[in-house]
């Protein structure tokens, strides 16, 4: 088997199928030879997995899968590179390239058909222009998914993987907490990658959670709620859910004092629970 994380056999690989880097689709290869099987491992794959992979490139991570997957689905919007991974994957009878943009594909009638009986692992180095529409689609649309374990930018792992009510916290570090745990795995510098991209990466991994860990009787207000919050990070949460939502701050401050909080309150200190209260009082 080729060495795929090897600048020169994916340089050549490329050339020989006439295909450039597209900078448009994120298009950034990892060059490091052990990052992919750490990640491999990190997800915990046996025989009975089925492991979802977004963007392939020239297969790297897709082989390391492969080798430890029962069956991997792998999404490669780039039609140019389906010529290279029957390539660089001949060797594996277990893998199955879908030619789609995983934004537009039928994720949940794939996985049905493809992945029957079988745990569903998500394991991705994902395209950074789509990195938190992609990790919400897989949340929000409850996929049977049981864990994402997904190579994002570093300054995006450190807001997906915040507590809710820290600093870092936002809108969809309330999202993500609520549809999964979330850790950071491991930091893999800019040099990693060919080319190498002008930001540093970590690895992080989202278990899903089987029930969310607060209960919200309507979730799409849940979450009108939990954007208007941090829609104006500078002000109070009161001004902010106020011009979000269209409601008059005396109402809004009533509900505050009702979920026991102050007037003066930002958004980023809020919990989960605060949201949750707030929610079913105003809303
Ligand atoms: N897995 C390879 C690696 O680690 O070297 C490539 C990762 S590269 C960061 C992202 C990959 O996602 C590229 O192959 C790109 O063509 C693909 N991609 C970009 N947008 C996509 C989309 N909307 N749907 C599916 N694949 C996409």
Known sequence: MKNLSDINVIKSVMSRHGVTFNKG????????????????????????????EIGPGVGVL?????????????????????PVLSETLAEFNNVEIINQDVMKADLK????????????AVVANLPYYIT???????????????????????EAADRLCAEVGSRDGGAVTVAVSYYSEAQKLFYVPRESFLPPPKVNSEVIQLTV?????????DEEKFFKLVKAAFSQRRKTAENSISAGLGIPKPQIAEALEKAGLERTVRAEKLTMDDFAALAEILL
């Open 25 to 52: 689709l994120g298009q950034n290869f990892l060059v490091d030879p052990e990052v992919c099987p750490a990640m491999a491992e990190a997800a915990g794959l046996n025989e009975n997995t089925c492991a979802i």
């Open 132 to 154: 938190s529409p992609i990790i919400m689609l897989l949340l929000e649309s409850r996929l049977p998914v049981k864990s994402v374990t997904v190579m994002v930018q570093k």
């Open 62 to 82: 897709t082989a390391e899968l492969a080798k430890r997957a029962g069956k991997v689905l792998s999404f490669e919007v780039d039609t140019r590179l389906l």
């Open 209 to 217: 959670r089987p029930e969310p860990p607060v209960t919200v009787s």
């Open 109 to 120: 009638g794939i996985i049905e058909e493809k992945c029957k009986g079988m745990e569903i």
